[in-house]
């Protein structure tokens, strides 16, 4: 029987949603963490065992965040949503409070802010958007569109505590050091390890409202017996007394007329939710996961790398880092419209508008940076808002050809083809920046 959830209990989900994603893009906002932690390392190079590029930290993450996915749907379906997503708020916290402690040996910051908190972001995340789109239904699209403000809001907030807390004078990134610009004033680097203190603190209120929120808005409600309107898994079969059975693929439109049983029997829907291994059978899968690994690369270009591209052009900090705000605010605005755009005109054809505005305005960002701090900061305030589409497109084609049973590992598969790349973009980067040049790296 299909299961009506209160309104009430579904904007609760949808606000738990939003808080619960908002400290969840360490990528969203980690370019702009990326030149103090760069400074900071170059600072204390002489101090440390293993000195190591700080894009490590970003590439970390996103593996074990997709590694981590994969064996999510086993362990929820073991122990649960709430207690898996509990378990990964709590490490979450812990992770960006022991970075605190960490920062001073870039290997040892990779392993917590990267791997662990990578792992935690992994289970929290995929749980947290089933729950969304099991208690919304035919809507999911349109909540995933809402709930993907999250991780642009924690964004601003992040970028804002780390210009507030690291360099609230506007210093200038004053060393030159081959390709590299970074900041020398020692008052600011010292500032640099208080940082993961105050987001722990914003953490730890975001994950207990959070989760107070979703808690209320699941309690009492069997998400398994909530059957949306419009089955995106393409297949489902009506019965009725007076009209042949039919049994339909909306996608291939393919129709199988048999005779009447000349009994009335209500409406059915039988969605086909496919495991990892059904999935990984499917042409679709590898259509996807061709998708998610082509716009892998300018995802992680950008939002990494786009303020010490810009350094180089623009010495001021304010500014740069004001970009980056504008941008996730940008993104505040227009995601839920994409949640919207793709449930009315389909999935697929956003997806293909995203990736190739993506490709388009990226190139133009280097453009921008010969033409002047205005143009530049216009064209990446743009590139901002479709790169940062990528995950939740993804998400949605997911749940659109697989279902949701299996949503969390059928996630993480999908972004599995990231891996090998995401494991080699900072040997490409500084191989591309040493015998190519910055604007390479864009275009």
Not at 160 to 181: C, F, M, Q, R
Not at 205 to 233: C, D, F, M, Q, W
């Amino acid at each position: 029987l299909e299961m009506e959830v209160p309104r009430l209990k579904k904007l609760s989900v949808l606000a738990g949603g939003v808080l619960l994603s908002t400290p969840l893009a360490l990528t969203h906002f980690y370019g702009n963490l990326l030149p103090y932690l760069a400074s900071y390392f170059h600072y204390h190079k002489d101090r440390m065992l293993y000195p190591m590029d700080p894009l490590w930290v970003a590439t970390m993450f996103r593996s074990f965040f997709s590694l981590s996915m994969v064996f999510t749907s086993p362990i929820e379906l073991r122990f649960g949503k709430f207690p898996c997503i509990v378990a990964g708020g709590v490490v979450m916290c812990v992770s960006v409070v022991c970075s605190y402690f960490a920062v001073v040996e870039p290997v040892a910051l990779s392993l917590i802010f990267g791997v662990t908190h990578g792992i935690a972001v992994g289970v929290v995340y995929p749980l947290t958007l089933k729950l969304l789109l099991q208690t919304w239904g035919d809507k999911g699209g349109t909540a995933v569109g809402f709930m993907a403000m999250g991780p642009p809001l924690g964004a601003m907030i992040n970028i804002g505590i780390a210009y507030g807390v690291i360099n609230p004078t506007n210093k200038e990134a004053d060393l030159e050091v081959g390709s590299h610009v970074y900041f020398s004033d020692a008052d600011t680097l010292r500032h640099v390890p208080y940082y993961f203190l105050v987001m722990g603190g914003g953490l730890v209120v975001a994950n207990v409202l959070g989760i107070s929120l979703l808690y209320y808005g699941s309690r009492g409600v069997n998400h398994e017996s909530i059957a949306p309107k419009r089955i995106s898994s393409s297949r489902y079969m009506t019965l009725s007394e007076n009209k042949d059975q039919t049994f339909s693929d909306k996608h291939t439109n393919i129709k199988d007329k048999t005779k009447p049983t000349g009994r009335s029997t209500p409406k059915i829907k039988f969605a086909f939710d496919l495991s990892p291994s059904e999935m990984l059978g499917t042409l679709q899968f590898w259509l996807v996961w061709l998708c998610c690994l082509g716009i892998s690369h300018s995802f992680y270009v950008h939002l990494s790398l786009y303020k010490e591209y810009g350094q180089r052009a623009i010495s001021n900090d304010a500014l740069l880092a004001s970009t980056a705000i504008l941008g996730m605010a940008a993104m505040i605005f227009i995601r839920p419209n994409v949640g919207i755009v793709s449930d009315k005109f389909g999935i697929r054809a956003t997806a293909f508008a995203m990736c190739a505005g993506s490709s388009v305005f990226m190139s133009l960002v280097v453009v921008g940076f010969y033409a002047g701090a205005a143009v530049f900061v216009v064209m990446t305030l743009v590139t901002f808002v479709l790169v940062s589409l990528q995950l939740m497109v993804t998400s949605i084609l997911t749940s659109h050809y697989f279902g949701k049973t299996h949503y969390a590992s059928n996630m993480g598969l999908v972004c599995s083809g990231q891996l090998l790349l995401i494991f080699l973009e900072p040997l490409l980067v500084e191989a591309v920046i040493d015998h190519l040049g910055w604007d390479y790296l864009f275009l």
